[in-house]
């Protein structure tokens, strides 16, 4: 009573399509969800954002990332965890803004970056 390993083969090749098929959806979906969210803060804003959102540090980075290509400004975007991610589209350094906003807060930035983009944990 042996496994057929042409089967098992076959079987494990479309369980892995199958799971990019989902990854491919679910980077379309946040692609997306990225687009409406960075509008909605440039229609609030096209000067410059500070917000927390409930999303992992990479979504963030892509929403920050969108809403300074629109706007030329600087967002500055967290979450509860303590994430944080600065883009600037214009002459703002994103990483002295994180170090700036850290300080005003009260709390320390770990992390690192340059003129354009900096991340890390604000403790």
């Known amino acids: ?9 076959k079987g494990i090749e479309s369980k892995i399509k199958e799971l990019d098929d989902y990854r491919k959806k679910y980077s379309q979906t946040i692609d997306r969800l990225s ?14 954002v500070e917000r927390t959102l409930d999303y992992d540090r990479s979504v963030l980075r892509l929403i920050a990332t969108k809403y300074a290509d629109m706007t030329g400004s600087l967002a500055l975007l967290m979450n509860g965890s303590g994430e944080v991610v600065a883009v600037s589209g214009g002459k703002t350094n994103a990483k ?4 700036r906003y850290a300080k005003e807060h009260g709390k320390r930035f770990k992390g690192g970056g340059s003129e ?7 403790a």
Do not use: F, P
């Open 116 to 122: 354009r983009i900096a991340e890390g944990m604000l």
């Open 35 to 48: 687009d409406y969210i960075a509008s909605e803060l440039a229609e609030s804003s096209n000067s410059g």
């Open 96 to 99: 002295e803004a994180i170090e």
């Open 1 to 9: 009573a042996g496994v057929d390993k042409d089967k098992l083969s």
